[in-house]
């Protein structure tokens, strides 16, 4: 296994799948490009004359579009800027902060992470999109799936305030799990 010895960028990209390792090699000598995802080889370009330029390709398991920007700073310095979905990584993070509510959470020795994007109530766990079954409630709906033979259940409930808007709660086995911050 060859040492990766031209890596000028890694990322960290959190989707709904969950969280992907994007790392890229730039020999400004030979013009050797390489994007690996999650350590696998997704783009090689040996011996490009252009030295900056972009290298798009897809992440996780919806196929999300990134790209990695390559541009001359001064001399033979370079900036790499990834963007997701045609936005910089922070205006995605920000972004997700507002579609999508994040648990992670441990049951019976094992480390999950559950993620509900808001514009489609879909439910995804530890990459995989979960079976759902969504009912009205009294104060608002319930969303109700399994994470082995674990009862999970997110309540959407309206916080009285328009600007808040909806509150999304986590309940497993009757345990409310605290949200985390990605």
Not at 72 to 77: L, M, R, T
Not at 161 to 170: A, D, M, Q, S, V
Request: with cysteine.
């Amino acid at each position: 296994l060859e040492k990766m010895t031209d890596l000028v960028a890694v990322w960290e990209v959190a989707l709904s799948d969950g969280v992907h390792k994007i790392e890229f090699e730039h020999g400004t000598t030979s013009g050797k490009r390489v994007v690996y995802v999650d350590g696998k080889e997704e783009i090689r370009k040996e011996w490009m004359f252009k030295l900056v330029g972009k290298e798009t390709f897809t992440v996780g398991a919806a196929k999300t579009k990134a790209t990695i920007n390559i541009d001359a700073v001064s001399g033979f310095a370079y900036e790499y800027t990834l963007e997701i979905n045609g936005k910089s990584l922070k205006k995605h993070m920000e972004n997700r902060l507002k579609t999508t509510n994040t648990w992670i959470l441990s049951l019976g020795g094992t480390d999950y992470r559950v993620v509900l994007e808001k514009d489609t109530m879909d439910v995804w766990c530890n990459g995989q999109k979960m079976e759902t079954a969504g009912e009205f409630v009294e104060d608002g709906t319930e969303t109700h799936f399994s994470v082995g033979d674990h009862s999970c259940c997110i309540k959407a409930v309206s916080s009285g305030k328009r600007k808040e808007g909806i509150i999304h709660t986590l309940i497993v086995d009757d345990r409310e799990i605290p949200e985390a911050m990605e």
